[in-house]
C-alpha cells in the first residue's frame, strides 16, 4: 500500500493506495489489511462496514461525525464512479480547526481516503450511479450522531454543485455552521486520531 498526505498541515488525513494486481482474467487487491495500514500510521479497529449507493451525480452526504464514546474513524472507498471526499478537522485546540482535506476518490484511481476520529465527513458524487463502501471504527448511534453545514462559508469548501442543484437530506440542510457547533472534540497533538 502506498500512504499519501493531501494536505500536509493535516496529516492525519491520508490516501491510501492498495496495489492492484492486473492480468488477462482482472485483477486482484488487497483493499484492506491491518498490518499494512498499521505500517503507514493508520493503528485502528474497524468494527463494521458501510455501502452506500447514490443514483444522481451532486448528491451530498455530509458533513457527519459522531460524538465519543461512538467517534469513527473511517476507512473510505469508491467501488462504482467517482467522490469528491472532505474531512474537516474539528478539534478544538488543533492549529488547523475548520480547515479541511478534499480529495477526488474514485474506482478508476482505486484509492481510497482515512478519516480519523475528530473530523467531520462528507462527500459528493461526480458522476451518476455512485456506489462507496466504508469502514467505521465504532457503532451507529443516534444519540451521538451530529453534523455540520456541508457549505459554511466559513470551511472554504470548493463544492463542485451548487448549493440550489445539490440532492441533500432534509438532516443536512439543517445542520449548524462551524461557528455554532459545540466542542465534542479536543485536540492532543499530531498523534491523536
Not at 482482472?26 to 458501510?50: H, K, M, P, W
Not at 469513527?72 to 469528491?84: H, S, T
Not at 455540520?148 to 432534509?170: C, T, Y
Amino acid at each position: 500500500m502506498e500512504f499519501l498526505t493531501p494536505n500536509p498541515a493535516i496529516p492525519e488525513v491520508k490516501i491510501v493506495i492498495p496495489k492492484k494486481h492486473g492480468d488477462a482474467r482482472g485483477f486482484f487487491s488487497e483493499t484492506y489489511t491491518q498490518r499494512a495500514l498499521a505500517a503507514g500510521g493508520i493503528d485502528v479497529d474497524f468494527i463494521q462496514d458501510n455501502h452506500a449507493f447514490s443514483a444522481a451525480q451532486g448528491t451530498v452526504r455530509g458533513l457527519h461525525f459522531q460524538t465519543s464514546p461512538f467517534a469513527q474513524a473511517k476507512l473510505v472507498r469508491v467501488v462504482r464512479g467517482a467522490i469528491l471526499d472532505v474531512a474537516v478537522d474539528i478539534r478544538t485546540g488543533s492549529p488547523t480547526y475548520g480547515q479541511h482535506v478534499a480529495a477526488k476518490i474514485s474506482a478508476e484511481a482505486w484509492n481510497q481516503i482515512f478519516i480519523p476520529a475528530g473530523f467531520a465527513h462528507g462527500l459528493v458524487t461526480l458522476t451518476p450511479d455512485v456506489e462507496v463502501i466504508y469502514k467505521v471504527s465504532a457503532y451507529y448511534s443516534a444519540a451521538h450522531d451530529k453534523g455540520l453545514l456541508w457549505n459554511d462559508p466559513a470551511l472554504g469548501i470548493s463544492w463542485p454543485v451548487a448549493a440550489d442543484e445539490a440532492l441533500l437530506s432534509e438532516k443536512d440542510k439543517v445542520q449548524p455552521r462551524l461557528a455554532d457547533l459545540p466542542a465534542h472534540f479536543q485536540y492532543e497533538g499530531s498523534a491523536s486520531r
